[in-house]
């Protein structure tokens, strides 16, 4: 298949360089706000929205977000192309700067509203998704995609859902570097069964060499993200990111080349302070917060602690922040106690 007409796209989105992944459940707007006080550049994604839902639904809640948040795209599912524009409207218009459609989730329920990774199938219909979308919205448009389906040749599946997408005009690919097997497996397995080819999106950047491409799934440091760079334009952390926020840290100096936001983890809990303190003068909850916090401090000494006294008393309904602050004197003591020790 020949390349698209790279000319009419816009420079490589330079935010894709370094991005932390949608995630269902994780990355709420509390947990971005979190992300951004360690990274001010890294690019943020939504958890998936339905195109529906932000139609019909409680807008606030589904699709709401701070300013502080920019960098930040929407996601997306669905594959009516009317509804997708629609959708792609209200949130451009709300500020977001991206949109972005997930080609990549294999639960049965969006395999049943004919949405995420079973797409991989249809080419066409994502790429009506996607011009429908082009058409309505000035930011930028980008698909999340596996590199194929059950019996799906990569070579030939990711092909022609890139070329597809990219002739209705997406400006961005991002691609999740492994199959997603729709029968048997649960969502959870399939971020970690179905095997990662790396080399499969390397080749599509070579073939696409004008097309920004990102490549997720598997990486676990900032060093291993690095590498890939060498490949493709952007690499998405998912996990790793959640799991071990600390890595958020360094990333404004490693893909960025400016300084990084704060010196310690410390001194980031300090700085996100402010947003905390807002969130319960408006009636929130702690753990609404601190529930993504858990990873912060990981591997240190009273990282244990740390965790256990959000766990037992930031779930609390009362909960302040005196919780947060108490749980990070822990670690604060615990490495005093170590460095008198040594
Ligand atoms: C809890 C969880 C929820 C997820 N939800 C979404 C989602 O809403 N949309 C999406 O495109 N991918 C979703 N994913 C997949 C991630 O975006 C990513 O593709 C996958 O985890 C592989 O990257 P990683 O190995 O860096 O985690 C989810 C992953 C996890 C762990």
Redesign the pocket.
């Known amino acids: 298949m020949s390349q698209p007409n790279a000319a009419a796209r816009p420079a490589p989105l330079s935010a894709h360089r370094f991005s932390v992944?949608?995630?269902?459940?994780?990355?709420d707007r509390n947990c971005r706000a979190f992300h951004r006080v360690l990274s001010r550049r890294a690019l943020l994604?939504t958890?998936?929205v339905t195109a529906n839902a932000v139609i019909f639904g409680d807008r606030d809640r589904l699709i709401g977000f701070s300013e502080e948040e920019h960098p930040v795209a929407v996601?997306l599912?669905g594959s009516d192309p009317a509804a997708l524009a629609k959708a792609a409207h209200i949130c451009a218009e709300r500020g977001y700067d991206e949109v972005?459609l997930?080609i990549?989730?294999p639960s049965d329920r969006v395999q049943g509203g004919n949405f995420g990774a079973c797409l991989m199938r249809d080419p066409a219909l994502v790429a009506d998704g996607v011009a429908a979308m082009k058409a309505e919205v000035a930011i930028p448009v980008t698909v999340?995609c596996r590199i194929g389906v059950d019996e799906q040749d990569p070579e030939l599946a990711l092909d022609a859902l890139a070329d597809a997408v990219l002739a209705a005009g997406a400006d961005a690919l991002i691609v999740?570097a492994r199959k997603a097997w729709l029968e048997g497996l649960s969502?959870?397995e399939n971020?970690d069964i179905p095997p990662l080819d790396y080399g499969r999106v390397y080749r599509l950047k070579q073939r696409l060499p004008d097309v920004p491409i990102s490549i997720?799934?598997?990486?676990g440091t900032l060093e291993e993200a690095q590498a890939h760079l060498a490949h493709v334009d952007g690499a998405?952390?998912?996990?790793?990111?959640?799991q071990q926020p600390e890595l958020l840290m360094r990333v404004d100096s490693q893909f960025f080349g400016e300084a990084d936001p704060h010196a310690d983890a410390f001194e980031a809990v300090a700085a996100f302070e402010p947003y905390v303190a807002a969130h319960l003068s408006h009636g929130g909850r702690l753990h609404d917060i601190t529930r993504h916090m858990l990873g912060l401090f990981t591997g240190r000494p009273g990282a244990r602690a740390f965790r256990r006294r959000l766990a037992i008393d930031g779930v609390k309904a009362e909960a302040g922040l005196d919780v947060l602050r108490a749980a990070v004197d822990e670690v604060r003591k615990a490495e005093e106690r170590r460095a008198m020790v040594a």
């Open positions: 992944a949608p995630m269902m459940d994780w990355t994604y958890e998936m996601q599912g972005n997930n990549g989730c999340k999740h969502p959870k971020r997720n799934g598997g990486i998405m952390l998912g996990r790793a990111a959640y």
